[in-house]
């Protein structure tokens, strides 16, 4: 049965205080409005910059960028009972038994977090699920394992709205269906430079997906010689309208396919789901338009 914390003596409050970690004092007194309900107050340092946790001589740390991401890396001075946020946080080269000496007073709020070269498993999600609240945009980048799953990483993390998925080769070939139960949620869903996770998506799986998000939802993908593309191209063609060359932002539901083959880079086209009334009008392949206007003029 809840129990109203304000209710609570001066003396229990103040220890309540002394149990909590530094994050739950602070959310505690965000969701109050008045930091009496666990006093004193917490206080946040703010630090201008991002902030990294990965492994130094074998042991987890804390650094920050000051100037080059490689080379100009610094402790980060964190102060006991103090709460610390930043511009980003990064989780670089760990598995999940690394997250144990995670610092409590770490605060991971409304920002973007990046993961570079993890482990992603589902007891990684749960041992950081704690330091992070209501951040909607997540960046992944070299997976170490194939342990990644999106229901695994949907049902951690529901305020999930934008995610990006860059040089990583265990994204899960059930991608769409594991996603269609959340569906609504997402805004955002890039794929850059993914290894073949595409190969068993069929047309009809990419229009189910699509149809069941939310309007403006817009899927990235990053394509490069792979030969099941063509298929999977030519049936997009007959069921979406499309634009060419066209990577700005749409307020209706669409995938953006950038090409960056050695035969056209850098060309980019947007599928979208077709507006009330509005007609899908076939377009010719080139190579056809080619041999047509050949027999209209013989020198073309």
Same mark, same amino acid.
């Given at each position: 049965?809840?129990?109203?914390?304000?209710?609570?003596?001066?003396?229990?409050?103040?220890?309540?205080?002394?149990?909590?970690?530094?994050?739950?004092?602070?959310?505690?007194?965000?969701?109050?409005?008045?930091?009496?309900?666990?006093?004193?107050?917490?206080?946040?340092?703010?630090?201008?910059?991002?902030?990294?946790?990965?492994?130094?001589?074998?042991?987890?740390?804390?650094?920050?960028?000051?100037?080059?991401?490689?080379?100009?890396?610094?402790?980060?001075?964190?102060?006991?009972?103090?709460?610390?946020?930043?511009?980003?946080?990064?989780?670089?080269?760990?598995?999940?038994?690394?997250?144990?000496?995670?610092?409590?007073?770490?605060?991971?709020?409304?920002?973007?977090?990046?993961?570079?070269?993890?482990?992603?498993?589902?007891?990684?999600?749960?041992?950081?699920?704690?330091?992070?609240?209501?951040?909607?945009? &997540?960046?992944?980048?070299?997976?170490?394992?194939?342990? &990644?799953?999106?229901?695994?990483?949907?049902?951690?993390?529901?305020?999930?709205?934008?995610?990006?998925?860059?040089?990583?080769?265990?994204?899960?070939?059930?991608?769409?269906?594991?996603?269609?139960?959340?569906?609504?949620?997402?805004? &955002?869903?890039?794929?850059?430079?993914?290894?073949?996770?595409?190969?068993?998506?069929?047309?009809?799986?990419?229009?189910?997906?699509?149809?069941?998000?939310?309007?403006?939802?817009?899927?990235?993908?990053?394509?490069?010689?792979?030969?099941?593309?063509?298929?999977?191209?030519?049936?997009?063609?007959?069921?979406?309208?499309?634009?060419?060359?066209?990577?700005?932002?749409?307020?209706?539901?669409?995938?953006?396919?950038?090409?960056?083959?050695?035969?056209?880079?850098?060309?980019?086209?947007?599928?979208?789901?077709?507006?009330?009334?509005?007609?899908?009008?076939?377009?010719?392949?080139?190579?056809?338009?080619?041999?047509?206007?050949?027999?209209?003029?013989?020198?073309?």
């Amino acid at each position: 049965m809840p129990y109203p914390i304000a209710n609570l003596a001066y003396g229990l409050r103040c220890r309540l205080h002394d149990l909590a970690a530094p994050r739950e004092r602070y959310d505690l007194q965000i969701a109050a409005g008045n930091p009496s309900i666990c006093p004193p107050i917490e206080t946040v340092t703010n630090f201008d910059h991002e902030i990294q946790f990965r492994l130094r001589g074998g042991d987890p740390v804390y650094v920050y960028n000051r100037a080059d991401y490689y080379t100009d890396l610094v402790g980060l001075p964190l102060i006991k009972g103090k709460l610390a946020r930043g511009t980003e946080f990064i989780f670089q080269d760990l598995y999940s038994e690394d997250l144990n000496s995670l610092r409590k007073n770490i605060l991971i709020y409304r920002n973007k977090i990046r993961f570079d070269s993890c482990d992603f498993s589902n007891d990684f999600f749960k041992k950081i699920r704690p330091f992070i609240s209501d951040c909607t945009t &997540f960046v992944f980048c070299r997976m170490l394992t194939n342990d &990644f799953s999106f229901i695994d990483l949907m049902t951690n993390f529901p305020e999930l709205e934008n995610i990006t998925f860059f040089l990583t080769h265990h994204i899960p070939r059930t991608w769409s269906t594991d996603l269609l139960p959340f569906s609504g949620r997402l805004t &955002f869903l890039k794929f850059d430079c993914w290894n073949y996770f595409l190969e068993t998506t069929t047309c009809d799986q990419l229009v189910t997906f699509l149809k069941a998000q939310k309007p403006g939802f817009r899927l990235q993908v990053t394509r490069s010689n792979d030969p099941y593309f063509v298929k999977l191209i030519k049936g997009l063609n007959k069921r979406f309208p499309y634009k060419t060359n066209d990577a700005e932002p749409m307020d209706v539901t669409s995938i953006l396919i950038t090409d960056y083959s050695e035969d056209n880079p850098n060309s980019s086209r947007v599928y979208y789901l077709p507006q009330e009334g509005e007609a899908i009008v076939p377009r010719a392949p080139r190579e056809n338009l080619r041999k047509f206007l050949r027999r209209i003029f013989p020198s073309f």
